[in-house]
């Protein structure tokens, strides 16, 4: 396992693979949100796409501008083969923690 995904990383990646051929900037932060059930900042998730994709683990392209967007183009976003290795490393990681105990945790008394 080369890089160890963290929680806000994985959310990303599952975003984008949720959404998509859809998958931009403004529609990730939507997803994310809706998925972690809290506000996320905006500058948040594009740090970490950046990221991400100087890991490797994503690749972005820039589609056609659009006179509702006054001629920016949209950035669109695709997971990576590395990055499908790393999120399954990241959640059989977890799994393992996971093995033995039963759902839902109860405390001890």
């Known amino acids: 396992m080369a890089d160890v995904l963290g929680s806000f990383e994985q959310a990303v990646l599952l975003a984008i693979l949720r959404l998509g051929d859809e998958a931009y900037g ?5 997803e994310v949100q809706r998925r972690l059930e809290r506000d996320v900042p905006h500058g948040a998730v594009h740090a970490t796409l950046e990221r991400l994709e100087q890991k490797g683990l994503l690749r972005s392209r ?11 183009a949209r950035r ?9 290795r790393a999120l399954n490393d ?6 393992s923690l996971w093995d033995g105990l039963s759902w839902p945790l109860r405390g001890r008394t």
Do not use: D, F
Not at 26 to 30: G, N, P, V
Not at 90 to 95: D, F, I, S
């Open 62 to 72: 820039l589609g056609s501008g659009t006179p509702a967007r006054a001629g920016r």
């Open 90 to 95: 990241a959640r059989a990681a977890v799994e």
């Open 76 to 84: 669109y976003y695709r997971v990576q083969a590395a990055g499908i």
């Open 26 to 30: 403004r529609a990730i932060l939507k």
